[in-house]
């Protein structure tokens, strides 16, 4: 019973390519975000708020 517990501590310590995966999670969303943007149509609509929103932080930090 003790092995099979070391077994599943383990693999749930085991920290082998999380930082790959975690890479790829970011890029993929920000391909997403970028065609939802750049895409055309709807994203034209959606670029436009996202510009805004940037800039409304972006005034605010500034101060």
């Known amino acids: 019973m003790k092995n099979l517990m ?10 082998k390519g ?3 995966a975690e890479w790829a ?5 920000l ?3 970028a065609v939802a943007v750049y ?3 709807a994203g034209g ?7 805004s929103a940037i800039t ?4 605010a930090i500034a101060g």
């Open 6 to 15: 070391n077994k599943v501590n383990a693999f749930f310590y085991d920290q």
């Open 18 to 20: 999380a930082e790959t």
């Open 25 to 29: 999670l970011i890029v993929g969303i």
């Open 31 to 33: 391909v997403v975000i």
């Open 39 to 41: 895409g055309g149509g």
């Open 45 to 51: 609509t959606l670029g436009t708020a996202l510009k």
């Open 56 to 59: 409304a932080l972006s005034n």
